[in-house]
């Protein structure tokens, strides 16, 4: 049979490349560890980066890994999306069966991967396009550390110069998010087809600055392993002269040296690479080079059924055909009775000599079979197939209505950039078909429409407002106001990701154009509203809002109203009515829960922790951020939502005092790969703590990261959260003045807001900066003082957060001291406590402040808040009150474990490794490592065993 012929001219020896083995080996080996994500392998054309990959894999296999391999193919650069993922998952497919497969994934996943292969079933229904991809991703992680689970996984992706941009999105999502799990990732590449502009560069350079990622260069055979490569060929071992001969043509690459031995030992230097290449085909007979071609134009792997219907020969006709060609070892027998081209360079090197009518015949016979059947080409393929094959046969009329096709079946699988990319192909080949319309049964705008959206999914901003003025060019308001209206909205939604003025203007020019009860005004009443309510003009947002509530009532738009219902528990939390927020918060919940979206579901349970935070309620916020969470994994949201609540949790920590735990949670989530809006949230969360710890570097480096000192944020929280960390970072760097500047820009009348961690922390914060410019610009400091006072009277102080900053802003610090530690936030205690003390140090009363200051100083020390402690040393200093030393220890010498500690010991003291509590607790296993080395050091004993009888006879865990 054909697999009888194969390998002529393939060395059965595998030369040299131990260090690079040895490298992989130990990559993989930190994988293990979940020390290591991905191995970045380059190198030239043919210099054996295939070949050494096998080589790993088998060995990895050997030792008991999962090996799954996919790769890339030139198609994917025309948006064939997702190949060498699809790849993978059939592999596993044909390994374990769907049923099994989906079984390891979370629930609804299995009709997410329905998209990519049908063997999963009936697909979703369509989500939005902002999750929907973002869950596709979470989908594949969640399945590639299930698998990890029963034993490690070594996941090969070959050729990702050809990637397709999905492709590359979820490799570096991948990259960056595999640690929970003992999966290494080893992608290969062409280094020399890398040219400037190519696509695949940045990713290369994003990868390169993750933990994580390492890179290895695939050098050229050494001469003395030319030599050994060409025993291995030829069964005995060359001599010298021949040996220098072939190794100063191949100049060390592999493929070039089987090339030369191929065409015989008196060869004459080949001109070109492609002579080269295409020396051995040559020698081939006419009908087998004739077949090759064919092939060549169907890929680097082609089915034997396609091959068949394409060149009409009959099954014995084509075995017949290309048994000399699998002789030579041009092409191989694949599964699936498939050939495969042995190299790439072989393919293109053969594609080339298709002359050009017959390129156009063969490109246009391919197309023609697969649309007859296409099951000839795998699942999920044949659309992009036909696309490519008639674009390539240069048939302008069926290139746009497969190029269209294709588009359709892009978006479906979530693949937003190669759906735009053939959308704009339909654009450029409209002009040359007359009746595109009626052959795809849209018109141009529509085909704009669609490019606009894809452009806005996949983050291609400055195309998607490209597309959208082309799409408002062709359209006539006062024809299709809705339509109109739909694309103006799209625009200030790229505008506001672009940070370009005009975004408000659009969206009531866009209100005005539909004044009728249509759920068309509804959908760009929820986007106006919203936009006005982040603003901060939440009296015109809400009414709009619940202008929009009421025509999706009545339209039975149940998914629509729990969305505005979301949008008005937002309005209100912002204007400071929390109890009104949770209320409506529990109403959207209820509808999710009935309609079953998780994203409902969970938006309205992340805006409750937020709530729940902001009226006092903090620990009974992070209990149910932490089930929302852990929800949101269920749901596959994690990466989408999840980091949003997590995000609440940091903050809910935050306002505990529980800083090492808000700042662990804060970094952890970060490398859960947020949105960018959610990550500066996140960011912002690690300044807070850095302020209440003094960390200057922490704060400057986040502020410079949100853009805060050079951009002016046009949302309200944003905007007030970076004001309040210019104004902390300035006194805590002993400048005051300049914080008295930055609170004087504040528009205390209109910016300020009564929500207690917005509107209220922000004024709190102005006082303190009031307090401690007094002695510079006393004049400018009273006046802004009681401009706050002012304002101060005019805010909604109806929760006990609220009421605890009002007490402060009025100078009851006793009061607002008894507060705070009834909320169970000490630093703010801490605080008050400090202020009380000055107060009580000016009236004169020594004694007073003492005891004030004795109170506030153990809370700071177990907090690390240097710099409160500092106020508080000083300020004793000045009057003359010693203050009691901190051993680090509480009374009886038991020794003082931070509350983050405890919890770490207790799941020691299970027997629990860094891995599960990392799990447990959503931090790092490096993390738990340090937590663990200082609870040993603490505890004065070496092991952990040492520290679980440590904790047990000491008392310090439940």
Same mark, same amino acid.
Request: hydrophobic fraction near 45%.
């Given at each position: 049979?054909?697999?009888?012929?194969?390998?002529?001219?393939?060395?059965?020896?595998?030369?040299?490349?131990?260090?690079?083995?040895?490298?992989?080996?130990?990559?993989?080996?930190?994988?293990?560890?979940?020390?290591?994500?991905?191995?970045?392998?380059?190198?030239?054309?043919?210099?054996?980066?295939?070949?050494?990959?096998?080589?790993?894999?088998?060995?990895?296999?050997?030792? #008991? %890994? =999962?090996? &799954?391999?996919?790769?890339?193919? /030139?198609?994917?650069?025309? +948006?064939? $999306?997702?190949?060498?993922? *699809? @790849?993978?998952?059939?592999?596993?497919?044909?390994?374990?069966?769907?049923?099994?497969?989906?079984?390891?994934?979370?629930?609804? #996943? %299995? =009709?997410? &991967?329905?998209?990519?292969?049908? /063997?999963?079933?009936?697909? +979703?229904? $369509?989500?939005?396009?902002? *999750? @929907?991809?973002?869950?596709?991703?979470?989908?594949?992680?969640?399945?590639?550390?299930?698998?990890?689970?029963?034993?490690?996984?070594?996941?090969?992706?070959?050729?990702?110069?050809?990637?397709?941009?999905?492709?590359?999105?979820?490799?570096?999502?991948?990259?960056?998010?595999?640690?929970?799990?003992?999966?290494?990732?080893?992608?290969?590449?062409?280094?020399?087809?890398?040219?400037?502009?190519?696509?695949?560069?940045?990713?290369?350079?994003?990868?390169?600055?993750?933990?994580?990622?390492?890179?290895?260069?695939?050098?050229?055979?050494?001469?003395?392993?030319?030599?050994?490569?060409?025993?291995?060929?030829?069964?005995?071992?060359?001599?010298?002269?021949?040996?220098?001969?072939?190794?100063?043509?191949?100049?060390?690459?592999?493929?070039?040296?089987?090339?030369?031995?191929?065409?015989?030992?008196?060869?004459?230097?080949?001109?070109?690479?492609?002579?080269?290449?295409?020396?051995?085909?040559?020698?081939?007979?006419?009908?087998?080079?004739?077949?090759?071609?064919?092939?060549?134009?169907?890929?680097?792997?082609?089915?034997?059924?396609?091959?068949?219907?394409?060149?009409?020969?009959?099954?014995?006709?084509?075995?017949?055909?290309?048994?000399?060609?699998?002789?030579?070892?041009?092409?191989?027998?694949?599964?699936?009775?498939?050939?495969?081209?042995?190299?790439?360079?072989?393919?293109?090197?053969?594609?080339?000599?298709?002359?050009?009518?017959?390129?156009?015949?063969?490109?246009?016979?391919?197309?023609?079979?697969?649309?007859?059947?296409?099951?000839?080409?795998?699942?999920?393929?044949?659309?992009?197939?036909?696309?490519?094959?008639?674009?390539?046969?240069?048939?302008?009329?069926?290139?746009?209505?497969?190029?269209?096709?294709?588009?359709?079946?892009?978006?479906?699988?979530?693949?937003?950039?190669?759906?735009?990319?053939?959308?704009?192909?339909?654009?450029?080949?409209?002009?040359?078909?007359?009746?595109?319309?009626?052959?795809?049964?849209?018109?141009?705008?529509?085909?704009?429409?669609?490019?606009?959206?894809?452009?806005?999914?996949?983050?291609?901003?400055?195309?998607?407002?490209?597309?959208?003025?082309?799409?408002?060019?062709?359209?006539?308001?006062?024809?299709?106001?809705?339509?109109?209206?739909?694309?103006?909205?799209?625009?200030?939604?790229?505008?506001?990701?672009?940070?370009?003025?005009?975004?408000?203007?659009?969206?009531?020019?866009?209100?005005?154009?539909?004044?009728?009860?249509?759920?068309?005004?509804?959908?760009?009443?929820?986007?106006?509203?919203?936009?006005?309510?982040?603003?901060?003009?939440?009296?015109?947002?809400?009414?709009?809002?619940?202008?929009?509530?009421?025509?999706?009532?009545?339209?039975?738009?149940?998914?629509?109203?729990?969305?505005?219902?979301?949008?008005?528990?937002?309005?209100?939390?912002?204007?400071?009515?929390?109890?009104?927020?949770?209320?409506?918060?529990?109403?959207?919940?209820?509808?999710?829960?009935?309609?079953?979206?998780?994203?409902?579901?969970?938006?309205?349970?992340?805006?409750?922790?937020?709530?729940?935070?902001?009226?006092?309620?903090?620990?009974?916020?992070?209990?149910?951020?932490?089930?929302?969470?852990?929800?949101?994994?269920?749901?596959?949201?994690?990466?989408?939502?999840?980091?949003?609540?997590?995000?609440?949790?940091?903050?809910?920590?935050?306002?505990?005092?529980?800083?090492?735990?808000?700042?662990?949670?804060?970094?952890?989530?970060?490398?859960?790969?947020?949105?960018?809006?959610?990550?500066?949230?996140?960011?912002?969360?690690?300044?807070?703590?850095?302020?209440?710890?003094?960390?200057?570097?922490?704060?400057?480096?986040?502020?410079?990261?949100?853009?805060?000192?050079?951009?002016?944020?046009?949302?309200?929280?944003?905007?007030?959260?970076?004001?309040?960390?210019?104004?902390?970072?300035?006194?805590?760097?002993?400048?005051?003045?300049?914080?008295?500047?930055?609170?004087?820009?504040?528009?205390?009348?209109?910016?300020?807001?009564?929500?207690?961690?917005?509107?209220?922390?922000?004024?709190?914060?102005?006082?303190?900066?009031?307090?401690?410019?007094?002695?510079?610009?006393?004049?400018?400091?009273?006046?802004?003082?009681?401009?706050?006072?002012?304002?101060?009277?005019?805010?909604?102080?109806?929760?006990?957060?609220?009421?605890?900053?009002?007490?402060?802003?009025?100078?009851?610090?006793?009061?607002?001291?008894?507060?705070?530690?009834?909320?169970?936030?000490?630093?703010?205690?801490?605080?008050?406590?400090?202020?009380?003390?000055?107060?009580?140090?000016?009236?004169?009363?020594?004694?007073?402040?003492?005891?004030?200051?004795?109170?506030?100083?153990?809370?700071?020390?177990?907090?690390?808040?240097?710099?409160?402690?500092?106020?508080?040393?000083?300020?004793?200093?000045?009057?003359?009150?010693?203050?009691?030393?901190?051993?680090?220890?509480?009374?009886?010498?038991?020794?003082?474990?931070?509350?983050?500690?405890?919890?770490?010991?207790?799941?020691?003291?299970?027997?629990?490794?860094?891995?599960?509590?990392?799990?447990?607790?959503?931090?790092?296993?490096?993390?738990?490592?340090?937590?663990?080395?200082?609870?040993?050091?603490?505890?004065?004993?070496?092991?952990?065993?040492?520290?679980?009888?440590?904790?047990?006879?000491?008392?310090?865990?439940?």
């Amino acid at each position: 049979m054909l697999d009888d012929m194969m390998g002529r001219a393939v060395s059965p020896v595998f030369v040299g490349r131990e260090a690079e083995l040895a490298g992989l080996a130990e990559a993989f080996e930190q994988a293990r560890e979940k020390a290591a994500t991905a191995v970045l392998l380059g190198g030239e054309a043919g210099v054996g980066k295939t070949r050494l990959v096998t080589c790993f894999a088998e060995r990895a296999e050997r030792d #008991g %890994a =999962r090996v &799954l391999v996919g790769g890339c193919v /030139e198609l994917s650069t025309e +948006g064939l $999306a997702y190949a060498p993922f *699809t @790849a993978v998952i059939r592999q596993l497919v044909r390994e374990q069966g769907a049923e099994e497969v989906a079984a390891l994934l979370p629930d609804g #996943g %299995a =009709r997410d &991967l329905a998209r990519l292969l049908p /063997e999963f079933g009936e697909a +979703g229904d $369509a989500v939005e396009s902002e *999750t @929907a991809r973002a869950r596709l991703f979470e989908q594949i992680l969640n399945l590639l550390e299930r698998l990890a689970e029963c034993r490690p996984l070594l996941l090969v992706i070959e050729d990702i110069h050809w990637a397709d941009r999905s492709s590359r999105d979820l490799i570096a999502f991948l990259s960056r998010n595999l640690r929970a799990a003992p999966v290494l990732m080893l992608l290969t590449y062409r280094s020399d087809d890398l040219h400037r502009q190519h696509p695949l560069r940045p990713v290369l350079a994003e990868l390169g600055r993750v933990d994580g990622v390492l890179r290895l260069e695939l050098p050229r055979l050494t001469r003395d392993e030319v030599a050994a490569q060409m025993a291995g060929i030829l069964g005995t071992t060359p001599e010298y002269p021949k040996v220098r001969e072939v190794y100063q043509r191949s100049e060390g690459i592999p493929l070039f040296v089987e090339a030369l031995l191929e065409s015989g030992g008196g060869c004459s230097l080949p001109e070109s690479l492609h002579d080269l290449i295409i020396g051995s085909v040559e020698r081939l007979p006419e009908e087998t080079q004739r077949v090759l071609r064919v092939a060549a134009a169907g890929g680097i792997r082609v089915s034997h059924a396609l091959l068949s219907a394409v060149t009409g020969l009959s099954d014995v006709e084509l075995e017949d055909a290309l048994r000399p060609a699998v002789a030579a070892n041009v092409i191989q027998v694949a599964d699936g009775r498939a050939y495969v081209f042995r190299h790439s360079l072989i393919r293109e090197a053969v594609h080339e000599e298709l002359l050009p009518g017959e390129h156009v015949r063969t490109h246009a016979r391919f197309a023609e079979e697969i649309e007859k059947n296409r099951r000839l080409v795998p699942p999920g393929r044949a659309a992009i197939e036909i696309a490519h094959h008639w674009y390539s046969a240069r048939d302008d009329l069926w290139a746009l209505v497969s190029a269209w096709d294709a588009a359709g079946k892009a978006a479906n699988a979530f693949a937003y950039n190669e759906q735009m990319q053939l959308l704009e192909r339909v654009l450029s080949l409209w002009n040359k078909v007359p009746d595109a319309t009626e052959r795809i049964g849209a018109d141009q705008t529509t085909v704009l429409e669609h490019a606009s959206e894809a452009a806005q999914a996949c983050g291609e901003l400055d195309r998607g407002i490209k597309f959208v003025k082309a799409a408002l060019s062709e359209l006539d308001e006062e024809a299709e106001p809705e339509r109109v209206a739909e694309l103006v909205v799209r625009l200030s939604q790229l505008k506001i990701s672009k940070r370009k003025p005009g975004a408000l203007d659009d969206l009531r020019y866009a209100e005005r154009l539909v004044p009728q009860p249509s759920l068309a005004r509804t959908r760009t009443l929820a986007r106006l509203g919203s936009y006005l309510m982040f603003q901060g003009e939440v009296a015109e947002g809400t009414a709009l809002t619940e202008e929009a509530l009421a025509i999706a009532r009545a339209h039975g738009e149940e998914c629509l109203e729990a969305d505005l219902l979301l949008n008005l528990a937002v309005g209100h939390s912002i204007a400071g009515d929390m109890e009104r927020t949770i209320t409506i918060n529990e109403t959207a919940m209820a509808i999710g829960e009935r309609l079953r979206s998780g994203r409902i579901l969970l938006r309205a349970l992340a805006n409750t922790v937020d709530a729940l935070n902001n009226v006092g309620r903090s620990a009974e916020a992070v209990e149910l951020a932490l089930k929302g969470e852990q929800l949101a994994k269920k749901y596959g949201l994690y990466r989408v939502q999840g980091t949003f609540i997590s995000n609440n949790r940091a903050e809910a920590l935050e306002s505990l005092g529980r800083f090492d735990e808000a700042a662990e949670a804060a970094e952890y989530t970060l490398t859960m790969d947020p949105t960018l809006r959610t990550r500066h949230h996140l960011r912002r969360v690690r300044a807070d703590v850095a302020l209440a710890r003094g960390e200057a570097e922490v704060i400057r480096s986040v502020l410079a990261e949100v853009d805060a000192f050079t951009v002016e944020e046009e949302f309200t929280q944003e905007l007030t959260a970076n004001t309040r960390l210019k104004m902390g970072l300035h006194l805590l760097e002993g400048e005051p003045l300049a914080a008295l500047e930055a609170a004087e820009r504040v528009q205390v009348d209109t910016q300020i807001l009564s929500k207690p961690l917005l509107g209220w922390r922000l004024l709190g914060l102005i006082a303190d900066v009031c307090d401690a410019a007094g002695v510079v610009a006393p004049e400018r400091a009273a006046a802004l003082r009681a401009r706050a006072e002012k304002v101060g009277t005019t805010m909604a102080a109806d929760n006990p957060v609220s009421e605890a900053y009002r007490l402060d802003l009025l100078r009851d610090h006793d009061a607002a001291a008894a507060a705070w530690e009834r909320l169970e936030r000490p630093f703010l205690q801490a605080a008050s406590l400090l202020r009380a003390a000055r107060t009580a140090a000016t009236a004169g009363d020594r004694e007073g402040a003492a005891v004030r200051l004795r109170a506030a100083r153990p809370i700071a020390v177990a907090l690390s808040a240097r710099p409160l402690v500092a106020e508080i040393e000083a300020l004793a200093r000045r009057i003359g009150v010693a203050l009691p030393a901190e051993a680090g220890r509480e009374p009886g010498g038991v020794p003082l474990l931070t509350p983050r500690e405890q919890e770490v010991l207790r799941l020691v003291a299970q027997g629990r490794s860094n891995r599960d509590i990392a799990s447990e607790l959503f931090i790092s296993a490096k993390t738990v490592s340090v937590h663990v080395s200082n609870i040993l050091g603490k505890l004065g004993v070496s092991t952990r065993g040492e520290a679980a009888a440590a904790a047990h006879r000491l008392s310090l865990i439940g």
